[in-house]
């Protein structure tokens, strides 16, 4: 404890808020999109349920605009938002929604990052690698439970309210607030990593880069591989989703798009892979007119069969190119390869990217159902997709064994080249 001083403290809490500012900000541009859209689509879908609500609500006022971008922060950072009505002393919840925003958190926490190393690189004296192990962890985790505090009174404080007066009824408040357990510790996880990875020098890199290499061959070259076939299979979708609904007139949607583009990219990923999606409660009549709990694959869509070879075709090239740049970025030597763990590298990273999309890729929505009570609904990923993406993995490793290197000799040398880099 002793070597802790006030630069550390104030370093590391500077790299969180910023972290938290980043999400803060993303926010705000959904909610300025939301209310444009909104706007706009009241003006040629006055009969949109969507567009109706919002207007009940009064989203288009100031102190939505002040409100909602830290109830969106709060949902990402795994909080549940939840909006109740009180009338005559009683309340009752109407809505709830847990919707974590992975890539929201992403780019959150590389912003954190960033901005905590450069402000080391100004001030040595605030760098929290030159720490003892036990301090960083002390420090990392002390300050990033003061930070999840603070998220949470900040989202309670700055929760959206509305008070209006129903006929016979009387004066009814409502109340809408992503601010709870699942917020605090969501939140801390989220700080506390920004402060481990803060905290960690070159030499723990080195080091556990080292002993991940002797067990997985070639592993730290896996994310790049698993993010150009994820751009191939999400990026081509979205624009086409995007236009479908600009040209559907759904101009809240389109200009929300930060808010469900996450969960956007997990669906799409999961069902180009072949995976599926369950959903159970009340979002089942979303997928299947059955009862019970139902399972949703490409081809059981409401998709045109061109839209679904078109998908097919997609996912067929994503596994081509990312078996093409595996081969020529993964450690090729015969020695490397004749390892029997080089076979599983890439598998066993795709099936952990599985159970991480799995738990933190769901929709957990409720919803009042008048005299029948409160439903609930969840929707995602099913609980195989690991098993699934590790597969793709086993396919992608033969086929970067076998067919890339028959590839690299028949493409151009500048295309070779582009993957190799």
Do not use: C
């Not at 349920?49 to 609500?57: F, G, K, T, Y």
């Not at 070159?202 to 880069?209: D, I, P, T």
């Not at 009549?285 to 694959?297: A, D, E, K, W």
């Amino acid at each position: 404890m002793k070597s802790i001083r006030l630069q550390h403290v104030l370093s590391l809490a500077l790299a969180q808020l910023a972290g938290y500012v980043a999400l803060i900000s993303l926010a705000v541009l959904t909610v300025i999109g939301l209310l444009i859209g909104v706007g706009l689509d009241s003006n040629t879908a006055a009969s949109d349920p969507a567009v109706d609500l919002a207007q009940q609500l009064e989203l288009s006022g100031i102190a939505a605009f002040i409100t909602l971008p830290f109830q969106i922060a709060g949902v990402w950072l795994f909080g549940r938002f939840g909006f109740t009505m009180t009338a005559q002393s009683e309340s009752m919840l109407l809505f709830s929604l847990w919707a974590p925003n992975l890539l929201a958190l992403l780019l959150a926490g590389l912003i954190a990052v960033v901005v905590g190393r450069f402000w080391s690189q100004r001030d040595p004296r605030t760098r929290l690698v030159t720490l003892p192990l036990a301090a960083k962890l002390m420090l990392s985790a002390a300050v990033s439970l003061v930070m999840a505090l603070l998220t949470l009174l900040v989202t309670l404080a700055l929760a959206y309210r509305q008070t209006t007066e129903i006929p016979f009824t009387g004066e009814v408040r409502m109340l809408g607030s992503a601010a709870g357990a699942s917020l605090f510790f969501g939140a801390f996880f989220f700080y506390l990593l920004i402060g481990l990875l803060l905290s960690a020098s070159r030499k723990f890199y080195s080091k556990g880069r080292g002993r991940i290499q002797s067990v997985l061959p070639s592993a730290y070259r896996v994310p790049r591989v698993m993010a150009l076939h994820g751009i191939i299979l999400v990026i081509p979708v979205l624009i086409f989703i995007l236009i479908w609904l600009a040209v559907e007139g759904s101009f809240t949607a389109v200009l929300s798009f930060p808010f469900w583009a996450s969960t956007a990219v997990v669906i799409i990923f999961v069902l180009l892979t072949s995976g599926a999606l369950r959903a159970e409660g009340g979002l089942v009549h979303l997928v299947s007119n059955g009862p019970g709990q139902n399972t949703l694959y490409l081809w059981t869509t409401d998709l045109q069969w061109w839209q679904v070879l078109l998908a097919v075709l997609l996912g067929i090239l994503g596994l081509v190119a990312a078996a093409l740049l595996w081969s020529l970025r993964r450690d090729s030597r015969p020695e490397v390869l004749a390892n029997p763990l080089s076979w599983v590298t890439l598998p066993l990273i795709y099936a952990a990217v599985g159970v991480v999309l799995t738990f933190f890729g769901q929709i957990h929505v409720g919803f009042s159902a008048g005299w029948f009570g409160f439903s609930t609904a969840t929707f995602g990923p099913a609980w195989w997709t690991f098993a699934i993406l590790l597969i793709i993995g086993l396919v992608i490793e033969t086929l970067a064994r076998y067919v890339a290197p028959v590839m690299t000799a028949k493409l151009p040398a500048s295309l070779v080249g582009f993957f190799r880099k």
